[in-house]
Nanobody
Framework: QVQFVESGGGLVQPGGSLRLSCAAS????????MGWYRQAPGKQRELVAT????????NYVDSVKGRFTISRDNSRNALYLQMNSLKPEDTAVYYC?????????WGQGTQVTVSS
């Protein structure tokens, strides 16, 4: 069983940056692919980015390509999401999980609000 705790969210103006962190309770080495997801008010949760834990291969949804960067630190059992050039439509609660996600791995998430 792995637990994830997300942090780093906050209120930021359009064009600003945030760096989200995800701490795993256990080793992430055995997790094949991890991802960042988000859920905006009134919308379904969506996958934002994935990273293959061992090789570091990344993938992004088109709406964040060129603006977000997913990374991991296997020695710290941590996952990160660097978000630049933030837009109001990036406002959501952000979560980390494996990919495909497991229901019992969802944490509380971290709120990101992009507003002037």
């Amino acid at each position: 069983q792995v637990q994830f705790v997300e942090s780093g969210g906050g209120l930021v103006q359009p064009g600003g940056s945030l760096r989200l962190s995800c701490a795993a309770s256990g080793s992430i080495d055995r997790l094949y692919v991890m991802g960042w997801y988000r859920q905006a008010p009134g919308k379904q949760r969506e996958l934002v980015a994935t990273i293959t834990v061992r090789s570091g291969i990344t993938n992004y949804v088109d709406s964040v390509k060129g603006r977000f960067t997913i990374s991991r630190d296997n020695s710290r059992n941590a996952l990160y999401l660097q978000m630049n050039s933030l837009k109001p439509e990036d406002t959501a609660v952000y979560y980390c999980n494996i990919f495909p996600s497991r229901q019992d791995y969802w944490g509380q998430g971290t709120q990101v609000t992009v507003s002037s």
